[in-house]
Every structure is written in C-alpha cells, then in structure tokens.
C-alpha cells in the first residue's frame, strides 16, 4: 500500500514546540520533493513549508523562522519542526510528497494530524 502517516500533532500551548513526522510505507523507495500544508476551520489549504529533491526548503512568510522541514533519507521520513506556535498555527497539517515507487513516481498526500495550540 502506497501512503504517508502523519504522526505527531497534539494539543500544545502558545509558545511551545511540536515536530510532525511524515513517514512513508514499505512500498515507497523515495520520498523526492516534499511539502506541508495546514487547512484551519473554513479556510483553505495552504502550503507552508516545501523541500526539494536536492534539499532547498522554502515557507511561507507566516512561519519563517520558526518552523523547519527536513528529511531522513535513510528512514524515508520527512519532518516538521515547530516552535514558538501560536494559536493560528492551529489546524490539520497535511503531508504531501512526490515519492518514487519501484516503476514509477506518485503523488500522495497524508491522512493529516491535527495541531491545537491554545492562548
């Protein structure tokens, strides 16, 4: 089976720090480029961290500097380090990944885990 799990999310309060795990199945050989997206209560989806096959990340302006996403090549894990949260970082954050199977590539996008960060 083809797929990402999240894991890691949780309740939090304003100020501390969680990291977010994307780990992917057996099945992935790779995990090329891959990105966060968070979608709160009746807004969109958005994009707020992205790494490249080669290792360039980018943010969005609402998380620079505090948030960093990284990989583990060798455990196929893509992370999401958070500090400094606060209560607008609350929402379901997503991982998304352009993964390389044994014959060809895919997109696949995670089940999500929910942040909460509380004032």
């Known amino acids: 089976q083809v797929q990402l799990v999240e894991s890691g999310g949780g309740l939090v309060q304003a100020g501390g720090s969680l990291r977010l795990s994307c780990a992917a199945s057996?099945?992935?050989?790779?995990?090329?480029?891959a990105g966060w997206y968070r979608q709160a209560p009746r807004k969109q989806r958005e994009l707020v961290a992205f790494?490249?096959?080669?290792?360039?990340?980018s943010y969005a302006d609402s998380v620079k500097g505090r948030f960093t996403i990284s990989r583990d090549n060798a455990k196929n894990t893509v992370y999401l380090q958070m500090n400094s949260l606060k209560p607008e970082d609350t929402a379901v954050y997503y991982c998304?990944?352009?993964?390389?199977?044994?014959?060809?590539?895919?997109?696949?996008w995670g089940q999500g885990t929910q942040v909460t960060v509380s004032s």
């Open positions: 998304n990944a352009v993964v390389r199977l044994l014959f060809r590539t895919m997109n696949v």
């Open positions: 057996e099945s992935i050989k790779s995990i090329r480029a």
């Open positions: 790494i490249t096959t080669a290792d360039n990340t």
